[in-house]
């Protein structure tokens, strides 16, 4: 079976996003044996970009540009996209698993009429693994046809690109497409704040699973029990509004290795964990016990977070005969 993989570079701000070199380390992981690389953009930073792509790898790359493709569109990148895949005929078009990565891998999949594996975090025995249900699942999937679309998790292969030898080649390509329907003015980047994540000894961490905004006092006052300590999230909390994304650990949110973090309510999706798992100490508290975060945390503690936390604010105000704080 011809093992030739095409890896679709995605990046921001004019910089290649690390989840590209982390799909060159799951491609050869893959026992990739020709990788090409396939960039757009618009000029002159796409060029910047697939030069140095070319360089850190090794590796051929196609760089697709267009005064259209200056901001990512999803209509675009499926139409150039279809176009250039068909001259290279790859075995597997492999995509960051990133919002326009899995934006854009569907519908490029329907186009080529092959199918689309999302998701994907590890390969075993040749079957490509993926979470379901907040990650008490793991599914194994194998294509259908020799060819298929794949997205990769974000942190689940590691990104940095070792490779020293000569560069690849650039291949520059403009594309005639037309511009998409819809127009974008540019984009601001939201205010954040420190938290103190740096200083922090201590981060006790909300996740959905306390259950209302008004529970994040509930997290407030355990973190306020440790003198260093910060209120981190999960993105589901930030996308609910009950924490500020200054709070998100994560993969698209802050990383952090405090000597000791507290999961509260938090699944273990691998997008949280590769944010936290180089914490020194982690106490999971949850209260489904097949939670996926239990095969990170040193310490499992199966209790729903509303009953447990009180007695535990409850238990250290009657020993240290100090009244517990911490609700601003
Ligand atoms: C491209 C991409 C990037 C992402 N980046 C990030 C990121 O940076 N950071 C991040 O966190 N996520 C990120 N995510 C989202 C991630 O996949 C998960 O959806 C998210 O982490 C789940 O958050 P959660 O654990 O709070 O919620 P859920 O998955 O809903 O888990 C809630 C948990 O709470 C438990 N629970 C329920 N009630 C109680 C109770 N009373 N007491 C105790 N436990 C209870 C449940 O058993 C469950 O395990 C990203 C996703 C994508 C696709």
Request: hydrophobic share 40%.
């Amino acid at each position: 079976m011809k093992r030739s993989f095409n890896i679709i570079a995605l990046h921001c701000d004019g910089k290649i996003l690390p989840e590209t070199y982390e799909l060159f380390n799951f491609v050869r992981d893959m026992g990739g044996e020709t990788i090409t690389f396939i960039i757009l953009g618009s000029e002159p930073h796409v060029l910047m970009m697939a030069r140095e792509l070319a360089e850190k790898t090794g590796t051929d790359v196609i760089c697709a540009t267009s005064k259209y493709l200056e901001n990512y569109y999803a209509q675009g990148y499926r139409d150039v996209l279809k176009g250039l895949v068909s001259t290279t005929d790859p075995c597997f078009i492999c995509i960051p698993h990133t919002a326009s990565g899995y934006d854009f891998a569907p519908l490029l999949a329907a186009a080529l009429n092959i199918p689309c594996i999302t998701a994907i975090e590890d390969i075993q025995d040749s079957l490509f693994i993926r979470s379901m249900f907040g990650g008490r699942i793991r599914a194994q999937a194998r294509p259908s046809a020799p060819s298929a679309v794949l997205t990769v998790q974000p942190g689940a292969w590691e990104g940095s690109a070792d490779y020293s030898g000569p560069g690849g080649t650039v291949r520059i390509l403009p594309v005639d497409i037309p511009p998409g329907k819809t127009v974008i003015h540019g984009f601001k980047k939201s205010l954040s704040h420190d938290v103190g994540f740096c200083d922090a000894e201590v981060i006790v961490s909300a996740g959905r699973g306390i259950g209302s905004e008004q529970n994040v006092t509930l997290i407030k006052r355990l973190a306020a029990l440790f003198p260093r300590s910060a209120i981190g999230a999960t993105r589901a909390v930030c996308d609910l509004g009950w924490l500020g994304y200054r709070h998100q650990i994560g993969i698209t949110g802050n990383t952090v290795s405090p000597r000791l973090y507290i999961a509260c309510g938090i699944s273990g999706a691998v997008q949280h964990i590769s944010g936290m798992k180089n914490s020194r100490i982690i106490v999971a508290i949850n209260t489904d016990r097949h939670a996926a975060i239990f095969r990170t945390a040193t310490y499992c503690i199966v209790e729903d977070i509303k009953t447990f936390i009180p007695l535990v604010l409850e238990e250290y105000s009657r020993r240290s005969g100090n009244p517990v704080n911490g609700s601003s």
